[in-house]
């Protein structure tokens, strides 16, 4: 089993940031891909980011469109955490935040069927 825990949500106004973080139980960590998704009220879930297992120098990362140039996600495998660093929120940014982990996928995924195991969420409302 593995616990994945969101944190780092909370209200913000639209131009400012946010970072949030996932804490990952077990010591297996680096070897999950790891994604981020969201969900606002009445649509489906859908992909934000995700970023490969971190084997050696190189990692791989892949964003949404509608995020990308606004959005980091970055991992710390000594910490088993993985983080989003949010900049230039708009209001459509408006969502629950979840994180997940990935056990089978070769590099990353932006198929939320390939992700194994899902934290709680995290709120994120960003006023205009």
């Known amino acids: 089993q593995v616990q994945l825990v969101e944190s780092g949500g909370g209200l913000v106004q639209a131009g400012g940031s946010l970072r949030l973080s996932c804490a990952a139980s077990?010591?297996?960590?680096?070897?999950?891909?790891m994604g981020w998704f969201r969900q606002a009220p009445g649509k489906e879930r859908e992909f934000v980011a995700t970023i490969s297992r971190s084997g050696g120098s190189l990692v791989y990362v892949d964003y949404a469109g509608s995020v990308k140039g606004r959005f980091t996600i970055s991992r710390d495998n000594a910490k088993n955490t993985v983080y989003l660093q949010m900049n230039s929120l708009k209001p459509e940014d408006t969502a629950v935040y979840y994180c997940?982990?990935?056990?089978?996928?070769?590099?990353?995924?932006?198929?939320?069927?390939?992700?194994?195991?899902w934290g709680q969420g995290t709120q994120v409302t960003v006023s205009s």
């Open positions: 997940a982990a990935d056990m089978r996928s070769a590099r990353t995924s932006s198929w939320p069927g390939s992700y194994d195991y």
């Open positions: 077990g010591r297996t960590f680096s070897s999950y891909v």
